[in-house]
């Protein structure tokens, strides 16, 4: 059944910075109509999702750093623009502590696939901004997930805006040092 299977990615690569964190490039087809895009197929992935999420942000509106240690997400831009923040927090993880940042759009595809253990936050750089993504967990709320400080100083991301708008819980968030997932 799969031998004729059509990849709709670029490219797959693994980080380098990021253990298990893979960046592909989606291939859509263009014509004088517009674009369609593949964002996920299982041949691709190889992975089992169970919820997809969209999250709708105004500019300059900061969501998360936010993860657990069981949920793998794959990330997309539907929309707009949006500078993302992945943080591994994984305790026994040889990249623990690390970060990487993409700048994601819709004008060039691409996914993003965070393991579970790693923090996640968003910067929407547009007027609007629609960020996608697959939940390899169903979401059991903000108390079953660690919300880090977006501005802590331990790990630094340079976000693109230092006065984003956040929420009462990103505001309230804890600091990355001794954090363990």
């Known amino acids: 059944m799969y031998e004729n299977h059509i990849s709709f990615l670029k490219n797959k690569e693994e980080s380098q ?3 298990d964190l893979v960046v ?10 517009g674009q369609i ?28 750093l936010h993860g657990d ?13 949006f500078f993302l923040a992945v943080v591994d927090g994984r305790e026994n993880s040889p990249t623990y502590g690390n970060i990487e940042t993409f700048t994601l759009s819709a004008q060039k595809p691409q996914l993003i696939l965070v393991p579970a253990g790693c923090l996640n936050g968003h910067l ?9 993504y697959k939940w390899s967990e169903y979401y059991n ?8 400080r977006w501005d ?15 929420s009462e ?4 968030g804890i600091d990355f040092k001794g954090l363990k997932l």
């Not at 299982?42 to 998360?64: A, P, Y």
């Not at 819980?169 to 309230?172: E, G, I, K, P, Y």
């Open 17 to 19: 910075t990021i253990k």
């Open 24 to 33: 592909a490039d989606l291939d859509p087809f263009e014509d004088d109509r």
């Open 37 to 64: 895009w593949t964002l996920y197929n299982t041949q691709d992935w190889n992975m089992r999702f169970v919820e997809d999420k969209i999250s709708i942000s105004t500019h300059n509106v900061l969501r998360g």
């Open 69 to 81: 240690k069981t949920t793998w997400k794959l990330i997309g831009c539907l929309s707009g623009s």
């Open 124 to 132: 929407c750089l547009t007027d609007q901004c629609i960020f996608w």
């Open 141 to 148: 709320g903000p108390k079953n997930q660690v919300t880090i």
């Open 152 to 166: 802590d100083k331990d790990i630094n991301i340079n976000w693109p805006y230092s006065s984003p708008i956040i």
């Open 169 to 172: 819980r990103d505001a309230n």
